[in-house]
Structure formats: structure tokens, C-alpha cells
């Protein structure tokens, strides 16, 4: 069965340092991936996706991820953590067949240090 | 363009009673998706619909849950008899299209069963 995988429940980093949040994915053929993130009260806004081509993704907010097809892993990173970042990630794969469903990993919440 | 919409944002209902979740999908979406998030958990698909059509409901639970997109109208999901682990954020989003795509979140309707 299809699965994501973020092995790291919280994570707390200083402000100014740098971030990397771990996802591996279970799927059969390439995949579609997503990275989310939740402010708390909040719904979810898209980060990034990856669909095909250039494995290294650029997105909103200065986040990146890179799509590494040997290691099943989409992991999210950002060079400098802002106070601002402060929320919840989710890492997301679209289900097999043809309807579009996500199916999420459990989340990462990332606390900032001043 | 306003984003997809949710109401009520914040629904109490005691034991036994329904609730109504209402989902207006952003303009020109005809795709529709309800998810569940349970408390430290990541979120869960519960259902995939078009337009008058129930496409993909296999997250629902087979009892008192029940959705609906009607021609006209917003999304309802709607639960019968809520009992307390029904307690959950309860999110929509939508597409333009089916298939794999990014979906547009709504804030949510976060139930609590007392």
C-alpha cells in the first residue's frame, strides 16, 4: 500500500539556522508529491510539488526540495529559518488511479528558537 | 478569485446530534475533497466528488457520514449521531479538474462532540 513516511514528529531549529525536513514515500511508479504546510488554526497552503523534470524544486517562501527517485525521499529545505516558519509540515503523495486523493504523512512541527 | 470557503469554522455539537459541514469550492472547481484530521495525526482522505457524483468515498466511514455535491450549491458533509471521536478538524479542498494536481485547501471546520 501507498504510504509517506516523515520520521521526525517535532523539530526545533534557531533562527537564522538551516532546515531540513525528512519524507519518504512508498509507490510503485514516479510519483506526485506535495509539501504543505499549517499554521496553527490554519488550512493547509501548497509549498512546493514535484511532477516530473528537474528533481530539485523550487517554491514559495524560500523552501526547496529535492526528489531523489534511489532513496524514495522528497526531503524540504531552506537555508535560513525565519521566526515566521514556525508551523506544521506535511509531506503528500497522490494516490494511485486516476482521482487525484492525497494521502499525507503524519507531519513535522517546527518550533524556531530566537 | 476567493479561495475555497468552509462554514461553520468551529461547530459544538452534543452526543447524538448531526452536524453539517459546508464546502464552496474556489470559482470554476468543479472537484471536491473532504479530509479528516484527527488530533496528532496527519490528515486523512475521506472523499472525492464531482458535480451530482460521488467519485471515490472509500475513506468514509461506512456508518452516519454521507456527502454530497449538489449542481448548485456548496459541498456538504454531513455526519449523523456524532459521537466524541467524531472530535476532528474537517477539511475541503478543491480542483479544477480530477487526477493529480494541486488542491486548494479551505481553513477547515474543526467539530467538537461534547
Known amino acids: 500500500a501507498q504510504s509517506v513516511t516523515q520520521p521526525d514528529i517535532h523539530i526545533t531549529v534557531s533562527e537564522g539556522a538551516s532546515l531540513e525536513l525528512r519524507c519518504n514515500y512508498s509507490?510503485?511508479?514516479?510519483?506526485?508529491l506535495f509539501w504543505y504546510v499549517q499554521s496553527p488554526g490554519q488550512g493547509l497552503q501548497l509549498l512546493l510539488k514535484?511532477?516530473?523534470?528537474?528533481?530539485l524544486v523550487q517554491g514559495i517562501k524560500g523552501f526547496e526540495a529535492e526528489f531523489k527517485r534511489s532513496q524514495s525521499s522528497f526531503n524540504l529545505r531552506k537555508p535560513s529559518v525565519h521566526w515566521s516558519d514556525a508551523a506544521e509540515y506535511f509531506c503528500?503523495?497522490?494516490?494511485?488511479?486516476?482521482?487525484?486523493?492525497?494521502?499525507f504523512g503524519q507531519g513535522t512541527t517546527l518550533q524556531v528558537k530566537p | 478569485n476567493a479561495g475555497v470557503m468552509q462554514n461553520p469554522r468551529h461547530l459544538v455539537r452534543r452526543r447524538g446530534q448531526e452536524a453539517r459541514l459546508r464546502c464552496s469550492p474556489m470559482?470554476?472547481?468543479?472537484?471536491v475533497y473532504w479530509y479528516r484530521q484527527l488530533p496528532e495525526e496527519g490528515l486523512k482522505f475521506m472523499v472525492y466528488?464531482?458535480?451530482?457524483?460521488?467519485?471515490?468515498e472509500s475513506g468514509m466511514p461506512k456508518e452516519r457520514f454521507s456527502a454530497e455535491f449538489p449542481k448548485e450549491g456548496p459541498s456538504i458533509l454531513r455526519i449523523q449521531q456524532v459521537v466524541r471521536g467524531d472530535s476532528a478538524a474537517y477539511f475541503c479542498?478543491?480542483?479544477?479538474?480530477?487526477?493529480?494536481?494541486?488542491?486548494?485547501f479551505g481553513p477547515g471546520t474543526r467539530l467538537t462532540v461534547t
Open positions: 514535484y511532477f516530473s523534470g528537474d528533481t
Open positions: 479542498a478543491s480542483s479544477p479538474t480530477g487526477g493529480p494536481q494541486e488542491q486548494y
Open positions: 503528500a503523495v497522490v494516490s494511485s488511479g486516476n482521482t487525484g486523493k492525497l494521502i
Open positions: 509507490y510503485g511508479a514516479t510519483p506526485y
Open positions: 470559482k470554476g472547481h468543479s472537484h
Open positions: 466528488l464531482q458535480k451530482e457524483n460521488i467519485i471515490d
